[in-house]
């Protein structure tokens, strides 16, 4: 009857951390520089840094942004270092870990369908 329990919890363990793993893409980190593969070839690159930082630029604009992000399912927070009353989400979907498109972040005018960006290191 003891090796009956025994057995049962050890049944019970297996199935809770069986169900326990989080299977979201985003359980993959975001480090290192991403280049914009589409919709338009190298027109924009994110480099995420430590701390949950990421800096926007595009090549031939020495301007760059800062943001801090945030994913919380399949979705991505940034708020920008300048301004941290002002956030926006947009939809992402982490592929692998060198890959993965989200919403458009170029702002466009209009009520066309949602169009992605896809980015690639």
Known sequence: MKNLKIIGLLFLIGIYSSCNNDDDNNSQALSGIYTEISPVSGRSQLNFVIGNKVIKSEPGNSTEDVFTYEIIGNVIKLTPTWDNTTTQE???EIMNNSKFEIEN????????????MTFEK
């Open 90 to 92: 947009f939809e992402i």
């Open 105 to 116: 972040l170029y702002p466009s005018v209009g009520v066309n369908p949602t169009t992605y």
